[in-house]
């Protein structure tokens, strides 16, 4: 078997990212972050009066709009997604912000 230096190079990339993983929680040191997430979090929890075109958020509106919609978008469905699945069995508790910005 013959040694690959990409192989190398993306576990050790892998390994550097899985120990710095929560890098400043529970406190925001990047300010952009929590832009993003603030208001994904929000339009996740009110997710099917935004379905029913009921309430403030209604049809996502994330109200900030110096972001991409895309994102606020992507990340709404994958709160929603993992914190339904994550409590359906139990796995992962979407309660505490350091949980959702991780």
């Known amino acids: 078997m013959k040694f690959n230096p990409i192989v190398a190079i993306i576990i050790l990339a892998f390994l550097v990212r899985l120990v710095g993983i929560n890098f400043g929680l529970p406190l ?4 952009d972050e929590g832009k993003i997430i603030y208001p994904s979090n ?6 099917m009066e935004s379905l029913q075109g009921l309430g ?3 049809f996502f509106n994330p ?3 110096y972001y ?3 994102n606020f978008l992507i990340l709404t469905v994958a709160i929603k997604l993992t ?3 994550g409590h359906t069995f139990g796995i ?4 505490e ?3 959702i910005f991780l």
């Open 28 to 31: 925001e040191l990047h300010p």
């Open 42 to 47: 929000s339009m996740s929890v009110h997710f």
């Open 56 to 58: 403030d958020n209604a």
């Open 63 to 65: 109200h900030i709009f």
């Open 68 to 70: 991409g919609g895309v």
């Open 83 to 85: 914190s339904t699945l």
């Open 92 to 95: 992962i508790d979407f309660t």
């Open 97 to 99: 912000l350091p949980t």
